[in-house]
Structures are given as C-alpha cells and as structure tokens.
C-alpha cells in the first residue's frame, strides 16, 4: 500500500512555464508550441490592453489551476484587430487603435 502512494506521488510532476511559438491566435485565445502543444491559451495582459499575437511570435506559457496562460488581461476585446495590431482602451472609453497600415485610429477618428 505504502509502495503504491509513493509511486502515485512521486510519478506526478507539476506542470512548468514553457516558451513556445504561437502557431494560432484569434479574438479567444492562442495555440503555442513548446516542448509541448499548449492548446486554447487564454491571453493576458495588463488592464486596457488587448492584443492578438502574430503566428510565429515567442509566447512564454505559465500554469494557473490546471491550465495554462499566455501572459496579460483576459482578451476580449480584439474582435476588430488583425494579427498583429493593437488596441490600447480605457474604462472610459477613450480608445488607441494601431493598425496594420500604419494608420491610428484614435477614439474612431484616423490620424
């Protein structure tokens, strides 16, 4: 019995950061490959700042409860970005739109 618990405890290893290649990314969430495939990766980010990362870009994957992140808030709100753009926003409103194109859009307006 005690041999059995030994072997259970001592064959579990937790989980490690690891730092891998985006291979997907969308509005939901990124696939990174590392030593292994970290699959539906929910990003995150420092608050207001939402980002969709470009396929081929270095993620670094840390586990939190079970699960893996790819550091930052939650993102939810890159539904209108492309790869590769950035949206600074703030709980106000006010909103910084960097775009592919090399235009800014700041509160909707194209600068």
Excluded at 69 to 89: D, F, H, I, M, R
Aim: aromatic letters at 8%; hydrophobic letters at 40%.
């Amino acid at each position: 019995m005690w041999l059995l618990d030994y072997i259970t405890k001592n064959s579990l290893k937790e989980a490690k950061s690891a730092k891998g290649d985006v291979t997907f990314s969308d509005a939901d969430s990124v696939c990174v490959n590392s030593s292994l495939e970290h699959r539906n990766v929910q990003m995150v980010a420092p608050y207001g700042i939402y980002y969709n990362p470009p396929v081929g870009q270095q993620s670094v994957v840390l586990p939190v409860d079970g699960a893996f992140v790819s550091l930052g808030v939650v993102s939810n709100g890159t539904q209108s970005l492309s790869e590769g753009e950035l949206k600074l926003c703030s709980k106000g409103g006010a909103e910084i739109v960097l775009k592919n194109d090399g235009t800014v859009l700041i509160n909707g307006k194209v600068f």
